[in-house]
């Protein structure tokens, strides 16, 4: 006897839905992507779907899932990443949604794509660089292998930042603010184990693709 299938559960709570609609709203609220916003009118109805969908949702809690994929796919490609001229970034991309506040999302974007740069010139300018670097041995495949060009030694350094800054964040000794190239981290707390803080250090700067 065939199984039943079960209905598939599109709903979504009143705390949810308001926290994803807040970012997007911050997103098209956002003074430096007004220009952007409309510059076109495929731009403008994308909009108006997306302003459609969280009407319908603010109304229909049982079909929120649908209308929140919706809003995703209208501002799937509003990011500088893709050649969207806008200041702040559609604040929701593929995979699993961030849990960081937009502001430090935002801040992370900026501080990885400021470091990455640097990372690659300071490999394509430093031969010793590209010779010495190498993969962790937590990489079980490639441990101890050399990088193979500047794209792996920028990703990997980016990486280790964004996941050090976010620890900062979560250990409530950075705010997420990151403004002119300037940011302010707390020290550790008192008492906090200095071997095993200069271990974590290293493990930050280790190449692990």
Request: with cysteine; proline share 4%; hydrophobic share 30%.
């Amino acid at each position: 006897m065939a199984k039943e299938k079960k209905e598939q559960d599109l709903s979504m709570t009143d705390e949810a839905w308001n926290k994803r609609v807040q970012r997007i709203t911050a997103f098209l609220e956002h003074e430096g992507n007004q220009a952007f916003l409309k510059s076109s009118e495929d731009i403008k109805d994308a909009i108006d779907l997306i302003k459609m969908n969280i009407r319908r949702g603010n109304r229909t809690p049982d079909t929120r899932k649908n209308q929140w994929n919706q809003i995703l796919i209208e501002g799937r490609l509003w990011n500088k990443e893709k050649g969207a001229a806008v200041e702040m970034d559609w604040p929701v991309g593929t995979g699993a949604e961030s849990k960081l506040p937009p502001h430090v999302q935002e801040s992370l974007k900026a501080m990885i794509s400021e470091y990455e740069n640097v990372c690659e010139a300071f490999w394509n300018d430093n031969p010793i660089v590209q010779t010495l670097s190498i993969y962790s041995d937590r990489n079980k495949s490639r441990g101890g292998q050399p990088l193979p060009d500047a794209e792996t030694f920028k990703k990997n350094r980016g990486l280790a930042m964004k996941q050090r800054y976010t620890k900062f964040f979560n250990d409530k000794r950075w705010d997420g603010h990151y403004t002119d190239g300037t940011l302010t981290i707390s020290l550790p707390p008192a008492g906090e184990d200095e071997t095993e803080e200069t271990s974590s250090e290293s493990e930050g700067e280790s190449d692990d693709s």
